[in-house]
């Protein structure tokens, strides 16, 4: 069973209507997650919401919170010879403090994009002189995969993969945020993917402690339309609740079995967020049994120097506190073709979203 | 954040399993999702099975949405 | 400024301070504009290159001709749907066929790769052979350099083309107008998918092929009838979305698209999906999209679906008047969106 | 028949059992000719390509063209004399002026390793602009593919170039006759020793430099006065020998050359001995061999002696009945010996 | 000073006339060099000769006189991924028993053409990871050029180059030619530049032992015509003296230093010959002292199997026995685009020179 | 067997030496023949310096090459 264009269109029209209805006052809500980010406006939801309702970006850009000195120490590896850098996409184009891996890559760095971190063992296996490092980036979603991957490489004996982890944790973030005494933020839409491993029990904070509501959502149109409608529902009448509206994919227990995985090879630590600073407990670093998979200390490198681009204002995006369209470089200065911040390349960064699908630049008919 | 897409699980072994996707196939790694079985739908999320998707769910969303269509549509 | 970001004003490019080119200069984007734009059309001035169509109009001798070029170097050189040497064919034929000519003849330059095996050069040449036949052009004049072992990866080919302008037609941009309809020959993103998809370990059905295709012939049987269209154009590099952003800025107009009548195969979303791509900015290399007014845009249609490589010609959205230069697609849940050209090439991602 | 060894017919080479190209058929000797005669000619077959001119001669719409490619690998990019740039042009430029044509306009195809400085594209752009003007062609339509780091070595350029051919002239081997001068415009082996030198460890004076310059206006004052030159030939890969083997055999005719008429620089010759070459076969990108009857070659001369790029033109040999389709060189010292096709590339040799 | 054309041609018919005149009776004439064949080809000094007068070709084309098992061992070291093989261009297209060194290379092996052996010094600093054999053939003019590069080796601790040493020396195969009752030579020219190195001393036998002429011929047309007229003036007279043609460079005691470099890092070794089989005391073979340059001990490799062409007379040919056209392939199925053997591919080869300058198929007006 | 080309040594360490070849310029190595000075003609091959070419005979036979030619133009 699938949805006709027609009834997606009837549906999407209901819930705009009820959102109007129930946005009889001004509500700021924070889409966590950049996929919703980048979801919401390539269905244009935005033309479809009343101006009360306002959406802001969140943290969650995996690529946006990790500050230059990662990228700089990730450059630094690719610019060995020995060492071929396995990558996500994602992270290519992103500027660290005077370099970016895609301009490395270019100079003759071995950088591999791959789709699942499983392909830096075959990579391994390959080049048997060469070091694999792979950028283990992401949240909640995609360490577990990281970590299976480093049980594999314990379990078929190679020795020459490493990871450098940047992985973060939601929760933390978004206790930062409802910590800082400027945020405005009227409800949640929780980022789906994180918490189908995660469960529901660690997002339970912002309804009980924070008395703001909160729904976990999809990422389809009409997922997001639903999680907006929802939490408008509360906010008007007074409630703050979990709400689950991705029941298809998301269990109050999360995936056990994958956080068993990421737990054995995988502990809590602190972690630096672009924008943010030190979070305490957001980041995962790698257990002792598994330390000799881990880059920095295998492969130590002399020091290296970080410094964040001055006047970009990625960490109050990244933070909910300002639009991106605020920051006096977006469109002139910083642009995805010359971007100033990360949040610029990303393509689930809030200013590279507003930027390419025309915030400040389309008038909508 | 994470993109992933929901498959189908057309053959399994112990740790890997061939899903199609739309049409498309591909192998993906099964030791997220130990349980999942052929027929099952799961999340694929970077080369990794990581949740299976319930079907009953599923179909209670979509029917709420048209649902909630005929209703726009009689208003 | 902030220290190590280069904000250099001709080509400059995302921390590229000793300005290297970038993959990203070659996808068909914006990237490939600014190239274009700063160093190619101030170098080369002249009317004929400055039109920036898909080929130049000349007229030699009191005969109106149409030229055009391209390099292929699609990897693998081997793909669902076909292989570099059809795509060679087909990519200068279709060229020749957007501005409004009839492809005569073609030139053909080899580069070879030290080791490449004799029989893989022989398949490739069977298949210009074929589709050169098919397309009714013929291969006039060639060069062949061979360089050594990792100087060039296998094979590139580059063919150009010459072409006699077809009479009472003038497929330019500045003819595009509002009001005017925007036609599609068919599902897009069919070659792109085919190329990459086993590169990232997908597998498509069989009927999932490169759309590669001489188009020659059917854009010549539109012209016979309806010599009226305005422009016409095949979204190969950078997709639907980068060419029709083309358009609207050289015609100074702007554009409605609708989600709902986009064509693109289900497994070629999927493709997207998994990737993180956009099925508007990938690859095709034999389709075209055509601007009409709309009262032809039936008869256009009617012999578009008559025609194998069109039968699922369909109108996909409307010149307007609004907003110059840009184009936007109105969602299926009734939103607006910009479609912005493509910047950089699109990587595989996981958010 | 020998274990190991590959007799097979169609373009087999040395122990070469998987038949896998080799330089050599890059070379523009006998593998080159193999590799068109038996793979590029049997698939392509139509009358303008069997031509095997420098270019196809073309009729369209009432109006003479030729038409012509090639592509352009030289490394270093930049040598003494010129840079891939320049002779992208100049290559194509006398390729259509050999064919009797007036080169008008030139396609330019650009395939750039990922990673090449932006500095030297606007260099060699800018020497493409320069040698385009100095020849009178405008480049009027183009394409730039990128490919990743390692799949091309720098930049290649692909240039296609059309032109209009000159009145009353007919230039094609088949006019080559018995008794007819064979006239070269200047020192042989120039380009090719600018170019390698540097790679074998080799100084040349500053004064040496590639030959590398267009033709055409030389060649449109030639034929304007003596328009019945009956072949025309740039003697570029392969070198004379090859260049004058083609003719002859095309011809059916025998050549004689002399060789203390020969212009060769006494550096060209040095580097020759040391690497053990032969200048007879090295390349040429700035000079012609015309081949034209006895009462004519005075005229000619007299022409190409006034052109700065042929002041030092000579006649060097005569067209004979003899042995058709083979040339032959009379030595200093009284002898005669068989100026054969290159075989393979010259390879530098200490024995 | 140079001479001019004119005075060339004049000094060439002057010797011409004279061997014209003294050619009374058929005469069989050895050049014994390759350097030569390819100069009287190039020169078309054959036909300024009477019928009566015969050059035939010897065994100096180093690359012709290689066997197989040679190049079979160098094209096993190419395909080490972690060898890089320098050599004279001129053993590239050189078939083994079923591969050429152009056909590896083609096929992806790392294979340098040097100018000078000392160029694979310089490679192999710029490669420490990979181990560089330098395909060390060629006669006493080139052996001294090795053995001062395995010197400079030495002294700049260079501990990845390594020599594959097929060097031969002329005199012992000369010995061979004259030992073979079927050969039938009248008078040689002999190798200016091997002469240049080894002095006079070791071709004394040729006169003496045998009593058949030699002269020590130069390289230009000139020389050659000379050392021609040279000889059958000793024919002529029935003398059979070594007579030195090429003053201005061989000094009859050689170049000793070149000698003395050549003495510390190579001794007297048997060599087998392509058509000789062993010749004692023919090769030259690493001292003890340079054992650790030696690539067969080295880096030593399975059994490499190895097999002569089928069919091929080069032996013979290379021995003065036969006539390149003599040989059935010669034109027909073997020629230098599909050679049978060596002496078809090396410029060189007898059969190559024979072919290539249009011995028995450009009729000489 | 073995190219080898006169040259001119122009300028000289103690174990390279540049030599003008025909108006070309190489390094080559002394080490085979260490006694020669700037000035000299010395015969090259791969690289290396092998034997000093002596003038005077150089000039002997180009002498008697011309004296020859005297002679053959004279009869
Ligand atoms: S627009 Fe650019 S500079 Fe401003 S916050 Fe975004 S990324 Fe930073
Ligand atoms: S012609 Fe060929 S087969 Fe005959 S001897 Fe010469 S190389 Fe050997
Ligand atoms: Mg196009
Ligand atoms: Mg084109
Ligand atoms: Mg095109
Ligand atoms: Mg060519
Ligand atoms: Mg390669
Ligand atoms: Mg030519
Ligand atoms: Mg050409
Ligand atoms: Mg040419
Ligand atoms: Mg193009
Ligand atoms: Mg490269």
Same mark, same amino acid.
């Given at each position: 069973m699938r949805l006709t264009t027609e009834e997606t269109a009837r549906a999407a029209r209901f819930f705009a209507e009820g959102i109007h209805r129930l946005a009889s006052r001004p509500v700021r809500l924070m889409e966590v997650c950049g996929t919703h980010t980048v979801s919401i406006f390539r269905a244009g939801i935005r033309q479809l919401l009343p101006p009360t309702v306002e959406l802001v970006s969140g943290p969650g850009c995996p690529v946006c919170v990790t500050p230059n000195e990662y990228l700089d120490t990730a450059i630094a590896y690719s610019r060995c010879s020995d060492i071929i850098i396995t990558t996500f996409g994602d992270m290519l184009k992103v500027p660290g403090s005077d370099s970016s891996l895609m301009a490395e890559k270019a100079k003759g760095a071995d950088i591999r994009i791959v789709y699942?971190?499983?392909e830096s063992l075959t990579i391994a296996r390959e080049n048997p002189n060469k070091k694999i490092v792979f950028l283990a980036v992401g949240f909640e979603t995609t360490a577990p995969t990281a970590a299976a991957t480093v049980l594999q490489a314990e379990q078929q004996g190679i020795t020459n993969f490493f990871v450098l982890s940047a992985h973060k944790l939601v929760p933390p973030a978004l206790k930062a945020i409802l910590a800082e005494p400027k945020t405005k933020v009227d409800g949640f839409l929780l980022p789906g993917h994180t918490v189908t491993i995660s469960g529901l029990e660690p997002y339970y904070f912002v309804t009980q402690e924070h008395a703001i509501p909160a729904v976990v959502t999809g990422f389809e149109a009409l997922d997001i339309l639903q999680g907006v409608y929802l939490l408008l529902e509360q906010i008007s009448t007074g409630k703050a609740e979990l709400v689950n509206q991705y029941r298809r994919v998301v269990k109050p227990e999360g995936n056990p079995a994958a956080r068993r995985i990421l737990d054995k090879v995988y502990q809590p630590d602190n972690a630096v967020w672009r924008g943010f600073g030190v979070i305490a407990g957001s980041g995962l670093a790698l257990t002792a049994v598994y330390q000799r998979f881990d880059a920095k200390a295998a492969l130590p490198l002399g020091k290296v120097e970080s410094r964040e681009p001055a006047g970009c204002r990625c960490g109050e995006v990244l933070r909910g506190l300002i639009m991106p369209a605020d920051c006096p470089h977006f469109g002139l200065s910083c642009t995805p073709e010359q971007p100033v911040g990360a949040c610029m390349v990303s393509v689930e960064g809030a200013c590279a979203a507003w930027y390419k699908y025309g915030q400040g630049r389309w008038s909508y008919a | 954040m994470c993109l992933a897409v929901p498959a189908k699980i057309i053959e399994r072994t112990e740790f890997m399993a061939t899903v199609d996707i739309g049409g498309v196939t591909r192998q993906v790694s099964m030791m997220l999702l130990p349980e999942a079985a052929v027929g099952d739908y799961v999340l694929i999320h970077a080369g990794f099975a990581i949740q299976a998707i319930d079907e009953e769910e599923a179909q209670q969303t979509l029917a709420l949405f048209k649902e909630l269509e005929q209703y726009a549509a009689d208003n | 400024m902030p220290p190590g970001i280069n904000m250099g004003k001709d080509g400059g490019v995302m921390h590229n301070r000793e300005e290297r080119i970038l993959l990203g200069h070659g996808s068909g984007g914006r990237l490939s504009h600014d190239l274009i734009k700063n160093i190619m059309l101030p170098a080369f001035a002249n009317s004929a290159l400055a039109e920036l169509h898909d080929g130049a109009r000349l007229a030699i001798g009191g005969t109106q001709l149409a030229f055009t070029t391209d390099s292929y170097v699609v990897? @693998? $050189? /081997? /793909?669902p749907g076909g292989d570099i040497g059809k795509l060679a064919v087909c990519g200068t034929v279709n060229d020749l066929a957007m501005c409004g000519a009839r492809p005569l003849y073609l030139s053909a330059g080899f580069i070879l790769e030290e080791g490449l095996p004799v029989a893989e050069l022989k398949h490739i040449v069977a298949s210009m052979r074929e589709t050169a036949l098919a397309a009714g052009v013929d291969i006039v004049t060639g060069d062949t350099k061979v360089v050594e072992k990792g100087a060039v990866d296998g094979i590139y080919i580059n063919t150009a083309g010459i072409g006699i302008m077809l009479p009472r037609v003038d497929i330019t941009a500045k003819r595009v107008k509002p009001g005017q309809d925007i036609i599609v020959s068919g599902p897009l993103g069919d070659h792109a998918v085919a190329v990459m998809s086993e590169r990232h370990g997908l597998t498509l059905p069989e $009927?999932?092929?490169?759309?590669? &295709? @001489?188009l020659n012939k059917l854009i010549e049987a539109m012209l016979a009838e309806v010599p009226q269209i305005a422009m016409l154009r095949d @979204?190969? $590099? #950078? #997709?639907l979305a980068t060419t029709l952003n083309e358009i609207a800025a050289d015609a100074g107009v702007g554009m409605i698209l609708e989600e709902s009548l986009m064509p693109v195969r289900p497994e070629v979303l999927a493709v997207c999906e998994i990737l993180g /791509?956009? @099925?508007?900015y990938l690859a095709n290399e034999g389709k075209v999209i055509a601007i009409v007014e709309k009262e032809y845009s039936e008869k256009v249609l009617t012999i578009m679906k008559q025609h194998e490589f069109s039968a699922a010609a369909r109108i996909i959205g409307t010149v307007t008047?609004? &907003? &110059?230069g840009q184009v936007a697609l109105r969602t299926t849940v009734g939103g607006l969106r910009l479609l912005d050209m493509l910047s950089g090439e699109q990587l595989p991602r996981i958010c």
């Open positions: 699942s971190p499983l | - | 990897k @693998p $050189r /081997f /793909f $009927r999932v092929i490169s759309d590669c &295709a @001489p @979204p190969t $590099r #950078g #997709g /791509f956009d @099925p508007l008047n609004q &907003a &110059a």
